[in-house]
């Protein structure tokens, strides 16, 4: 049994790019959730993903987006990047349906300088 | 608004001894609660979870209590060791189904020899 994967591992980008974080599920679940660490903070919910649709976002603003695959892999996309979307990016993978636990990554450490 | 609060950022606790880490929470929609742990460069890591309708959950070491009527709930682990160090979120859940997890800060557990 595979667990959740992500890349890349770290990324550094500059103010007004656009940035692709990818992530892969843990084999046998279907639901795809995204989170932002910032230093210090817990993870904050970004959105979820079931049946390659968004099923329910947090406060973030839409140049944030994502995409689930048919292989229920997932992309978060950033546009705009601002200094203050520096953080720990981190994709989470459930089955839905089942107990709402969710297994995460090791994360994408993004750097807008 | 912090939905859900750990309110001491670190704690240290000798070797053998009883570890409790304690969560309050404020939205009293939440049913589903659960303990994650992380160590530095990995993701979080799922550790044990409760439900609202029970007031106990043990597996192993640890072991989880909920007050709903205080919306409190804590983390004991009994005997604590070296590698039990790291940083320890309380999340929490609906029941709406966005799968939405709230964490809270986090409280980083020192294991002292």
């Known amino acids: 049994e595979t667990g959740v994967t992500q890349s890349p591992t770290h990324l550094i980008k500059t103010r007004g790019q656009q940035v692709t974080l990818r992530c892969s599920s843990q084999s046998g679940h279907n639901t795809v959730s995204w989170y932002q660490q910032a230093l210090g903070q817990g993870p904050q919910f970004i959105f979820q993903y079931y049946r390659e649709e968004e099923n329910g976002r947090g406060n973030f603003p839409p140049r944030f987006s994502g995409l689930q695959f048919p292989n229920y892999s997932s992309e978060l996309n950033v546009n705009a990047l601002e200094l203050d979307d520096s953080a720990l990016y981190l994709c989470a993978s459930s089955f839905w349906q089942g107990e709402n636990i969710q297994y995460f990554g090791a994360g994408t450490r993004l750097s807008v300088l | 608004d912090q939905q859900v609060k750990q309110n001491s950022p670190s704690l240290s606790v000798q070797e053998g001894r009883i570890s409790i880490l304690n969560c309050d929470y404020t939205?009293?929609?939440?049913?589903?609660f659960l303990w994650y742990k992380k160590y530095p460069a990995e993701g979080p890591t799922f550790l044990i979870s409760i439900s609202s309708i029970k007031d106990k959950n043990e597996d192993g070491r640890f072991t989880v209590f909920l007050n709903k009527s205080a919306k409190h709930l804590s983390l004991h682990i009994v005997p604590s060791q070296p590698g039990d160090s790291a940083v320890y979120f309380c999340?929490?859940?609906?029941?709406?189904?966005?799968?939405?997890?709230?964490f809270g800060k986090g409280t980083r557990l020192h294991i002292l020899p």
């Open positions: 999340a929490a859940s609906a029941p709406n189904r966005d799968d939405k997890i709230i």
């Open positions: 939205n009293s929609m939440f049913d589903y």
